[in-house]
């Protein structure tokens, strides 16, 4: 069975102090793993998609990077508008048809930015 | 650019009636999703549609029927709503196996 485990649960920043999300995935094998950002009463909001081990895409303040067991949304100088709710998926290999497409999704990180 | 579009974005049913959660996507995409959000629950797919005219059974099915439409269009019923139902519903879509992307929601709580 496919599982996502995000830490923190919460976390409460300074604006500008640097930190981490992560994101550990147990799967038989790793087709894709995709951040999400979710706002208060929105739906979550796409950022990145990453396929293999070592890979990173950057956005603004955010980077993703991928390894084989976990992946780390680093935020770096983090400005209030960054408060939110940031969700990890993993879609999987192995299944056939429409069920490849499956994602299985993390409970998620409350990020909090304080002026 | 609409992308996904939900309606109604809240609703209040009580035990036993029946309701119909519309969706439509405009972005040509062949797959669509729905998916509920539970408090420490995280995002649970419901069902998914890989393209017109197929439906497939998720993590959570029990309770739900859904109808592909069209390309665009997918439905999700609740035949006779129960109180464990109560929750935000979301819709998907995607191309294939890349990134799904979701609306706004429908806020469901039922009495």
């Known amino acids: 069975e496919d599982q996502v485990t995000q830490s923190p649960e919460a976390l409460r920043l300074q604006e500008g102090e640097s930190s981490s999300l992560n994101c550990s995935y147990t799967?038989?094998?790793?087709?894709?793993l995709f951040w999400y950002r979710q706002d208060p009463g929105k739906g979550p909001e796409f950022l990145f998609t990453?396929?293999?081990a070592g890979e990173e895409k950057e956005k603004e303040r955010l980077k993703a990077t991928l390894t084989k067991k976990e992946s780390f949304l680093h935020i770096t100088a983090p400005k209030p508008e960054d408060s939110a709710t940031y969700l990890c998926a993993v879609q999987a290999v192995g299944y056939s048809g429409a069920g490849s497409y499956q994602l299985t999704f993390g409970k998620g990180t409350k990020l909090s930015v304080i002026p | 650019n609409a992308g996904v579009t939900q309606t109604p974005k809240f609703q209040v049913l009580k035990t036993g009636q029946s309701m119909t959660l519309q969706c439509a996507q405009d972005m040509n995409h062949n797959s669509m999703y729905w998916y509920r959000q539970d408090p420490g629950m995280g995002l649970r797919l419901i069902y998914y549609s890989a393209s017109e005219g197929t439906t497939d059974k998720g993590e959570v099915p029990n309770g739900y029927n859904v109808s592909r439409l069209n390309k665009r269009e997918f439905s999700l019923r609740l035949e006779s709503a129960a109180p464990s139902q109560t929750s935000v519903y979301f819709c998907?879509?995607?191309?294939?196996?890349?990134?799904?992307?979701f609306g706004d929601g429908t806020r469901l709580s039922i009495l």
């Open positions: 998907a879509s995607s191309a294939r196996w890349e990134a799904q992307h």
């Open positions: 799967v038989s094998g790793l087709r894709g």
């Open positions: 990453l396929y293999s």
